[in-house]
């Protein structure tokens, strides 16, 4: 009379799988995902009416991307040294990221600027405004980024305790990377799509 | 009533250590009144904030509707009291206009989001997942209790804004373009509008960490034996209303975020060819498209309604198969349709926008994709009658208002069959044929799940009992008032009377229905005075209730009640119970209910 129900799968061997703080980091991403996906889609569908006004992409971009990627590269150094417990190098490496980070955000601020010259402010409804909300939007999830990565900093130098638990780190990286790739895919989308 | 012995007699499962009051968990560790009571990461402590937070504004947001009812029942009547509470806003006891349009804003935006989102996700979702799925906790404590706070701040800016010397915002709670875009066109553009944005900004904050934590503990921390498939309804459906308030939040923010650029930065992503009569000045603004902001609007909005609807729809499964002592009928359909509601509920959003001016054909896809929602809907309401019949029902008032909840369901549920249908729209969107609808679907149905809700797990929450002789009178008022207020608003809006007007005295169509109108304000009025009842027996009964005497009151099969009477910090005294059968055996080899932990018999009949 009722729908008989399959219980025969063995649920404690699925269980605890993945951290649960990581499983939230994935989850967290999808979701900033849908923001920028619901950003961009309004830049395409905004993008049919008149009056669309594009930009040149400065050349600044091109170097703030290969800080990003440099960034990735870094995080990605420091959790391997993290879990080799090789903790100096981990400490410069999660510095050397930081900077990076804020390298970053200096060099888009500076592209910012290079179109702002061109006579393309605020004022208007074209490719240039789009940028500034969308990747200006962008430069704050790195920011997040950023500030993360000096409380990491700070917590290895504490010389009274410390901690072999590797999750925060992890954790840490899967947004980096994810701001990286973000940021790649919104470089590419500006140069493809204007 | 005499089944109170019935109700509460379930004394065969209370095991010896297990009936002490005030139980402190194994995770038991020193607590002040601060960590307690105020930034406590328990999440039963957090689930009350955000229930009592709820209820604070949902107090706040009925009494608004009290006043604009008095507005449109008596529009030649002068209230001097008015007058005395709101001064210029109510000059010689009579509402002004901006005054009407600040109050149906803030009654719109206070339900839609403070109660029957952050009210009720952050309250059930607190509460029941980790309980019904075997946790100590939520996978995030410290997360989750950044919620509570993010959903305070943006209560605090929001009641905030009502203060303001130009008024709250007031173009709607919908705060289309280009109105909420222009402080110099209405006093409700102005700095009430930024207090609005800001305060949905913490808000989406509140409700994105809230919904990381649910769907991350619901499916890596359930307890040894709970798969899947053995999941109460309740979680499956917060499970799904995290996913969908997951996935559309953030759009609502972008939407925002381009609307904080054009009303600060000059930008024009909604504003183009706009002429201000106020300041007889043309804007410059340009290229931009209002539209644009319908689109992300409601591509949140939409799966909104189904975030407002799908966790009572969880709640009433549960308390309906509790009280029916019947395993809920078709679990596996239930489950099914409310994953079909979920996709479906992000493919519809157009259908809000049927009129302006978009492609015939386009709406024609949103018109069937709207209409497909009957069906898992219809799914819905057939599986919980069949629950219903023949069952051994007690009719707690929890399981009234789970009835309750589904009479209103199909009620409201059928006129959006009308109004999902773009030619029927053109008629009938903007009338109060719509107000009815969404009213009867996802208001007060909402709301009847929630009041299951509570009334069903206020023993757990606080180890007393609500006042039953309360609980009868308030549903009954407020479900026959329900229909009091919104069924003739069907007949007021097929006249094609339209919504968001304060006066209707000036037009021969919507005369006729000036006696209608004072009638439902009437009505409207004394179930506001039932709902503060309501609100007094709460208080009163966490003091002064009859207290709980056994583990599990209403011999439900789920883990919540295998917790001590007053649970701590972590739940189970001892080992967390491992789960061996579905959430639903009642009726099972002769005995009246069989719970998760206890372990299949050897002769058991096959089943769950």
């Not at chain 2, 996978?139 to 804004?161: C, K």
């Not at chain 2, 709607?172 to 509008?193: E, F, H, I």
């Not at chain 2, 009572?312 to 489950?335: D, H, Q």
């Not at chain 2, 799914?379 to 009479?407: A, C, D, E, H």
Request: glycine residues 8%; positive net charge; aromatic residues 16%.
């Amino acid at each position: 009379m009722l729908p008989s129900i399959e219980v025969k799968e063995n649920v404690s061997e699925q269980r605890q799988k993945i951290h649960p703080h990581k499983f939230t980091m994935w989850i967290a991403i999808g979701s900033i995902t849908m923001m920028f996906a619901g950003l961009t889609s309004a830049y395409i569908v905004k993008r049919q009416q008149p009056g669309w006004i594009s930009f040149e992409i400065p050349r600044m971009f091109w170097l703030s991307t290969t800080a990003m990627l440099a960034s990735s590269l870094a995080v990605q150094m420091a959790l391997k040294a993290f879990k080799d417990r090789h903790i100096k190098s981990y400490k410069n490496l999660i510095l050397l990221t930081a900077v990076l980070g804020m390298v970053f955000i200096i060099l888009q601020i500076l592209g910012f600027q290079q179109i702002w010259k061109t006579g393309l402010t605020f004022s208007g409804a074209g490719a240039a405004q789009f940028l500034y909300a969308i990747a200006g939007l962008h430069v704050l999830h790195v920011f997040g980024g950023v500030i993360t990565m000096l409380v990491m900093f700070l917590k290895s130098l504490r010389k009274t305790s410390r901690s072999y638990n590797s999750v925060p780190i992890e954790v840490a990286s899967t947004y980096w990377h994810f701001v990286d790739a973000l940021w790649v895919y919104l470089f590419i989308f500006f140069l493809v799509i204007h | 009533m005499s089944s109170d012995t019935i109700l509460h007699g379930h004394s065969d499962v209370v095991t010896s250590h297990d009936v002490h009051l005030d139980e402190h968990g194994a995770h038991h560790h020193k607590e002040t009144f601060i960590t307690k009571y105020i930034f406590s990461q328990d999440h039963k402590m957090i689930s009350k904030q955000f229930l009592i937070t709820g209820m604070i504004w949902a107090i706040i947001g009925g009494l608004m509707s009290v006043i604009f009812r008095l507005q449109l029942g008596y529009p030649d009547t002068t209230f001097p009291i008015l007058e005395d509470i709101f001064g210029k806003w109510a000059p010689g006891g009579k509402i002004s206009p901006d005054f009407y349009y600040a109050l149906v804003t803030m009654h719109g935006t206070i339900m839609v989001f403070f109660v029957l989102t952050g009210g009720l996700s952050g309250t059930f979702a607190n509460f029941l997942v980790p309980l019904q799925i075997g946790a100590r906790d939520m996978a995030a404590p410290f997360l989750n209790m950044l919620s509570y706070w993010a959903f305070f701040t943006a209560s605090i800016i929001m009641i905030s804004s009502l203060f303001l010397t130009a008024g709250p915002a007031s173009g709607g709670w919908t705060v289309y373009p280009p109105l909420s875009a222009l402080g110099d066109a209405t006093d409700g553009s102005k700095a009430g509008m930024d207090f609005w944005i800001v305060a949905m900004v913490f808000f989406v904050v509140s409700s994105l960490l809230g919904g990381l934590n649910y769907i991350t503990t619901i499916l890596n921390m359930r307890t040894k034996g709970m798969s899947m498939v053995r999941m109460p309804l309740t979680i499956w459906a917060l499970l799904f209303t995290a996913i969908l308030g997951v996935l559309s939040f953030p759009v609502l923010l972008s939407g925002l975020i381009l609307l904080l650029f054009d009303r600060h930065a000059g930008t024009s992503f909604y504003l183009s060819d706009i002429f201000i009569a106020s300041t007889q000045k043309a804007l410059p603004n340009e290229g931009g498209s209002a539209i644009l902001f319908q689109h992300l609007f409601w591509f949140l909005g939409h799966p909104e309604v189904y975030i407002i609807i799908l966790p009572t729809m969880g709640l009433v499964s549960e308390v309906m198969a509790v009280n029916s002592r019947k395993p809920i009928f078709g679990y596996r359909a239930m489950v099914g349709s409310l994953f079909a509601i979920c996709i479906l509920s992000l493919l519809v959003w157009a259908h809000h926008m049927f009129v302006t001016g978009m492609n015939p054909f386009l709406g024609s896809v949103f018109t069937l994709l709207t209409l497909l929602i009957a069906v898992p809907s219809a799914i819905k309401v057939f599986n919980w009658l069949t629950t219903l019949w023949k069952g051994n029902l007690r009719f707690t008032p929890g399981m009234l208002f789970s009835i309750g909840f589904v009479s209103m369901f199909i009620s409201g549920g059928l006129t959006g069959i009308f109004l999902g249908n773009s030619t029927l729209d053109i008629h009938l969107h903007d009338t109060y044929f719509n107000i009815a609808h969404f009213h009867l679907v996802m208001g007060v149905a909402a709301f009847f799940g929630m009041f299951a809700g509570v009334y069903h797990w206020f023993p757990k929450m606080y180890g007393r009992y609500m006042n039953n002789t309360m609980g009868y009178i308030h549903f009954w008022v407020t479900m026959i008032g329900a229909y009091l207020i919104f069924w003739p608003m069907h007949y007021e809006g097929l006249a094609g009377m339209p919504r968001r007007y304060m006066d209707y005295s000036n037009w021969v169509s919507f005369r006729q229905f000036e006696d209608l109108n004072r009638f439902i304000s009437t009505v409207a009025i004394v179930v506001f005075a039932v709902q503060l009842m309501f609100v007094f027996n709460f208080f009163y009964s966490i003091f002064k209730g009859r207290r709980v005497t056994t583990q599990n009151p209403w011999g439900a099969t789920t883990l919540e009640w295998t917790t001590p009477i007053r649970p701590g910090h972590g739940n189970w005294v001892s080992e967390i119970p491992e789960v061996h059968r579905w959430a639903y055996d009642y009726g099972k080899d002769g005995r009246e209910f069989i719970s998760q932990a206890e372990p299949v018999g050897s002769n058991e009949s096959s089943g769950h």
